[in-house]
């Protein structure tokens, strides 16, 4: 069982930038994406990368701003977050699924799901 603990939200103005990590021991098996939520509104994918590494996906809507990479020897996931709009705020999720190769946009893939943490952009 593995353990995800997200960490580096906050306050940040518009088209400035934030980097989310997710970490935990024994990271290295597990495919990582990250999801975001808004009060009121369904949990929404946003970025994921294969436990190798070698596959990753974005959302359109972050295509381009958002970067997932991930560092093994620190059992570590980064989404570097740039550009940043207001409608990205949210509360951020990591969620992990072991040995996933293959691309899943879908929150009931991933059986491990980290506390959140929050972003704001302001205007």
């Known amino acids: 069982q593995v353990q995800l603990v997200e960490s580096g939200g906050g306050l940040v103005q518009a088209g400035g930038s934030l980097r989310l990590s997710c970490a935990a021991s024994?990271?290295?098996?597990?495919?990582i994406a990250w999801f975001r939520q808004d009060p009121g509104k369904e949990r929404e994918f946003v970025a994921f990368i294969s436990w190798s590494g070698s596959r990753t996906d974005y959302a359109d809507s972050v295509k381009g701003r958002f970067t997932i990479s991930r560092d093994n020897a620190k059992n570590t996931v980064y989404l570097e977050m740039n550009s940043l709009k207001p409608e990205d705020t949210a509360v951020y999720y990591c969620?992990?699924?072991?040995?996933?190769?293959?691309?899943?946009?879908?929150?009931?893939?991933?059986?491990?799901w980290g506390q959140g943490t929050q972003v704001t952009v302001s205007s």
């Open positions: 969620a992990g699924d072991r040995l996933r190769s293959s691309i899943s946009r879908q929150p009931s893939s991933y059986y491990y």
């Open positions: 024994g990271l290295t098996t597990y495919a």
